[in-house]
């Protein structure tokens, strides 16, 4: 059974940095796409940053230069650096996974079967 499970979240003032990291178990963590979604009240789920299996990343154009992705296959763990964060980056932030994503729709919330619960990222002075 899949499990992801997110952590790292929390209140951060503009311009500060956050770590997300999204622990994974129950398959082959380093054969399977992951990314980070968000979704703030009110909006639809955005997609924020995306590894394919061969590691090819691509990032949503909101967070182009500010947020880097990157997967521990030791530790089971992808990890989100947010970096000069904006009020407008709060939201809930998800981890999510499947065996396969095309990679045109690679930053599409439903191409994945597998989520973790979601944690809160603050940006707020």
């Known amino acids: 059974q899949v499990k992801l499970e997110e952590s790292g979240g929390g209140s951060v003032q503009p311009g500060g940095s956050l770590r997300l990291s999204c622990g994974a178990g129950g398959y082959r963590f380093s054969s399977h796409y992951m990314a980070w979604f968000r979704q703030a009240p009110g909006q639809e789920r955005e997609g924020v940053a995306a590894?394919?299996?061969?590691?090819?990343?691509t990032y949503g154009d909101s967070v182009k230069g500010r947020f880097s992705l990157s997967k521990d296959h030791a530790k089971n763990t992808l990890y989100l650096q947010m970096d000069s964060l904006k009020p407008e980056d709060t939201a809930i932030y998800y981890c999510?996974?499947?065996?396969?994503?095309?990679?045109?729709?690679?930053?599409?919330?439903?191409?994945?079967?597998?989520w973790g619960q979601g944690i809160q990222v603050t940006v707020s002075s």
């Open positions: 999510a996974s499947d065996s396969y994503v095309d990679s045109a729709k690679i930053l599409i919330p439903y191409e994945y079967n597998y």
């Open positions: 590894i394919e299996d061969d590691g090819t990343i």
